[in-house]
């Protein structure tokens, strides 16, 4: 199992959970099981042309991560957060 963190901008799509497991071998996998049990998750995080949105960062651990199908192993950590923007 992979543990997921999800930023507060997304818990109304989770439900309001921020800590989540999810299966996969990659991103993408995660994503696609987090997709499954919360529709519309994933097209928050990644866009049509399956790349990380601008405004999201994600981690693996303590490593940065952009290509989703980056993999992950059974007991990684997936930090997903919303970037800090503003003038």
């Known amino acids: 199992m992979i543990r997921v963190l999800l930023p507060s901008q997304l818990h109304a ?3 309001g959970v921020s800590r ?3 299966t996969g071998g990659a991103i993408c996998e995660v994503l ?3 997709d499954r049990r919360f529709p519309g998750l994933k097209f ?3 866009d049509e042309q399956d790349r990380v949105r601008p405004h999201m960062r994600l981690f693996v651990g303590q490593t940065a991560a ?3 199908r980056a993999p992950l192993q059974d007991g990684d950590e ?3 957060f919303g970037a800090l923007s503003g003038g």
């Open 66 to 68: 952009r290509d989703i």
């Open 78 to 80: 997936l930090l997903i």
């Open 13 to 15: 799509y989770s439900g």
């Open 44 to 46: 928050r995080i990644i």
């Open 20 to 22: 989540l497991e999810a």
């Open 32 to 34: 696609d099981d987090l």
